[in-house]
């Protein structure tokens, strides 16, 4: 608010030298008139300076100035009230009940002289342009208080966030550690028994088997039956523990599509409808690297801020569709990555389906019931 004080009175001076220039006013005495303004400048500079201090030392300073005007040019008394709003105020918001105090004390001056115009003038004027400065100059502390609460908000979600990442990965690898224990410990138990039962017969085997050789058949029996329900055993607990084979692929799209994302700031949204069980592992193998493909085409001729991609499981077929909100165009020409998209899908038996009019859309079509094309395809990619 200083500043646009101090802008305040360098304008005043300028109206107050072109009205003595139109006044006919002797040049002795407009050159005392610019001696009395700089003394005001200063003066009030020094006052600024200073109003970081006690609210004694402001008053006393205020005062000085109003004596300094008093003294040496009547006419300075049209800046002062404003001056003494800007010192008590401090880049508070002025109400406008003292601007029109303030626009009342600058007519004080009609008891010194005749120039009733200029003074009423200049008094609405620079009250009004006060009050608008003081006005924008609150505005914008308030604004930047407003910003730098914020700021101080943001900075406290930024530091939630990372804690709640970092407790992610903590619980993340804990839970990882539980699950290895387990396993090994189940591991340990069923193999550990079957071993010890195997290992007992075959040492009883071995003791009978020159002197009673049917009993030792029937113990080399039961070892070997033992073994074979451990090794079951184990078998099965794999295979409770691994991850479902769609799981995995849906967890790797999702994946492909976050940091594409990340990368390239388009927005990606996916979504499966239907039992994504039915989706063998051929499939998922097309999809995924159609699905790459056809991100690829997006990123270099579409111009699109958000990628839609859809699986659906139906009753004879599985679809996955990539759709974009891009420009699209009016034809669509077959390069060596779409042709290797339709390659792809055709070993599978199925069809690929590009349209352009309104985005990008690519739909990949392969039939559930094709079994001889997914093993001839399972061969072929081995």
């Known amino acids: 608010m200083t500043r646009y004080k101090l802008t305040l009175d360098v304008a005043f001076c300028l109206l107050l030298i072109v009205y003595l220039f139109e006044e006919n006013t002797p040049s002795g005495m407009i050159a005392l008139y610019l001696l009395h303004f700089l003394l005001y400048?200063?003066?009030?500079?020094?006052?600024?300076?200073?109003?970081?201090?006690?609210?004694?030392?402001?008053?006393?300073?205020?005062?000085?100035?109003?004596?300094?005007?008093?003294?040496?040019?009547?006419?300075?008394?049209l800046l002062m009230p404003f001056c003494t709003l800007a010192l008590l105020l401090r880049d508070e918001k002025c109400p406008p009940k003292w601007i029109g105090c303030a626009v009342i004390l600058t007519l004080i001056p009609l008891f010194f002289g005749g120039y009733t115009l200029i003074y009423?003038?200049?008094?609405?004027?620079?009250?009004?342009?006060?009050?608008?400065?003081?006005?924008?100059?609150?505005?914008?502390?308030?604004?930047?208080?407003?910003?730098?609460g914020m700021r101080v908000k943001l900075d406290g979600f930024a530091a939630r966030l990372d804690a709640a990442e970092t407790n992610n990965i903590r619980q993340t690898y804990l839970a990882k550690l539980e699950e290895r224990n387990a396993l090994s410990h189940q591991i340990h138990?069923?193999?550990?028994?079957?071993?010890?039962?195997?290992?007992?017969?075959?040492?009883?085997?071995?003791a009978l088997l020159k002197t009673d050789r049917e009993k030792a058949a029937e113990l080399l029996d039961n070892a070997i039956l033992i073994n074979k329900s451990g090794i079951e055993e184990i078998r099965k607990t794999l295979k409770m523990t691994k991850p479902a084979q769609e799981s995995l692929a849906i967890n790797r799209v999702?994946?492909?599509?976050?940091?594409?994302?990340?990368?390239?700031?388009?927005r990606t949204i996916f979504q499966t409808q239907g039992i994504v069980a039915k989706v063998t592992q051929a499939m998922w193998y097309v999809f995924i690297q159609n699905?790459?493909?056809?991100?690829?085409?997006?990123?270099?001729?579409?111009?699109?801020?958000?990628?839609?991609v859809t699986l659906t499981v139906l009753n004879k077929f599985v679809r996955l569709e990539l759709k974009d909100n891009g420009v699209?165009?009016?034809?669509?020409t077959k390069s060596l990555g779409l042709?290797?998209?339709?390659?792809?899908?055709?070993?599978?038996?199925?069809?690929?389906?590009?349209?352009?009019?309104?985005g990008f859309?690519?739909?990949?079509?392969?039939?559930?019931?094709?079994?001889?094309?997914?093993?001839?395809?399972v061969r072929s990619s081995r």
């Open 41 to 77: 400048i200063s003066v009030t500079l020094l006052s600024f300076i200073l109003v970081r201090y006690q609210l004694g030392i402001r008053l006393g300073l205020i005062g000085l100035v109003w004596l300094v005007s008093v003294w040496y040019l009547p006419l300075m008394l």
């Open 361 to 377: 859309t690519l739909v990949t079509l392969i039939p559930l019931e094709n079994v001889k094309h997914v093993k001839k395809f």
């Open 120 to 148: 009423v003038g200049i008094s609405i004027f620079v009250g009004a342009f006060y009050w608008y400065l003081n006005r924008a100059a609150y505005v914008m502390t308030e604004m930047e208080l407003e910003n730098e």
């Open 189 to 206: 138990d069923q193999l550990g028994h079957s071993l010890t039962g195997g290992l007992m017969q075959l040492e009883a085997a071995k």
């Open 291 to 308: 699905l790459t493909e056809g991100l690829t085409n997006i990123l270099k001729y579409s111009q699109a801020s958000r990628v839609d």
């Open 339 to 358: 042709m290797g998209m339709e390659e792809r899908t055709a070993k599978l038996g199925g069809k690929l389906i590009i349209d352009a009019t309104d």
């Open 328 to 332: 699209g165009a009016e034809s669509v």
């Open 254 to 266: 999702k994946a492909q599509l976050e940091t594409f994302e990340a990368q390239y700031g388009i």
